[in-house]
């Protein structure tokens, strides 16, 4: 369900059909913000689980469309065991405490990334409430678990060749729609917005097809940190902008 009627103080003379209708976030972080405290790293993603569930629901009061969240890449594995460990284990305890919240403000989760080497009892989570959350109509949550932008490529061209060589599919038909119903984000909007905290500036392998055009920006606050008014900042942010898409006249946001 979305909320017409909330506007936040900070987005009050920021016309609606210039907000953003999805936004993506490489969060980013947690580490550097448990080691300024000299905690584990765990500890900080532990706190960027907080800020998830804060930027999910103030994106569903919003009544934004989508709010994709790149939450571990298929580069991550090369991290310790231990640290992989905990993280997938924050996966399922997230699944599990947030899962009437998701259901409670109509979110419709679905998580994008390859499926192999997430443990199974991660999976059947993510299932549960994906099954359970499908026909909602509110906020879509995208959440990228053992995902990377090339890989996804990679697959996206696979299918497409064995379609092709199984006589399914005539290869002059394939264009930039056919390819992106191949991907992972098949029948999902593109991102408007990309949010990236911790500083860094790269896409470091997510949605490289997807954000062709999104509108970037970055932030110095560390993803524990990220709350409620440092979203309004990039929406204000992204309202402002001029997005051409590679004409002359400044398009709409609609
Ligand atoms: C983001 O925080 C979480 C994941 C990538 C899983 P980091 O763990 O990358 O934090 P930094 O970059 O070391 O500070
Ligand atoms: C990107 O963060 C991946 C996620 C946020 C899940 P990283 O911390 O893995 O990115 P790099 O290694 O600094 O590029
Ligand atoms: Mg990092």
Redesign the pocket.
């Known amino acids: 369900m979305t909320n017409a009627a909330y506007i936040p103080e900070a987005l009050a003379d920021v016309p609606r059909a210039s907000w953003p209708r999805h936004i993506a976030i490489i969060m ?2 947690n ?1 550097r913000w448990a080691r300024s405290r000299g905690l584990p790293r765990i500890e900080g993603h532990r706190r960027g689980a907080e800020s998830v569930r804060c930027v999910t629901e103030e994106c569903a009061k919003l009544g934004l469309k989508q709010l994709t969240l790149f939450a571990f890449s298929s580069e991550n594995w090369r991290r310790p065991r231990d640290e992989v460990n905990a993280l997938m284990d924050l996966y399922r305890k997230f699944l599990i405490e947030q899962r009437p919240t998701i259901l409670k403000n109509h979110v419709r989760f679905v998580p994008i990334g390859r499926r192999d080497d997430i443990p199974a009892e991660v999976l059947a989570e993510a299932d549960r409430t994906v099954e359970l959350s499908a026909k909602a109509t509110g906020l879509t949550l995208c959440l990228a678990v053992n995902y990377g932008s090339r890989g996804e490529i990679a697959d996206a061209a696979r299918s497409l060749a064995t379609r092709a060589a199984r006589g399914e599919l005539d290869p002059a038909t394939i264009d930039e729609e056919t390819f992106a119903s191949a991907l992972n984000t098949a029948g999902m909007p593109d991102p408007d917005l990309l949010i990236r905290t ?1 500083g860094e500036m790269r896409l470091s392998n997510f949605l490289l097809w997807q954000l062709s055009y999104a509108e970037l920006w970055v932030t110095p606050r560390l993803w524990p940190e990220f709350r409620q008014p440092d979203l309004h900042a990039a929406m204000r942010d992204f309202a402002g902008r001029e997005r051409r898409f590679g004409g002359l006249e400044p398009a709409t946001n609609a």
């Open positions: 980013d972080g580490g911790a």
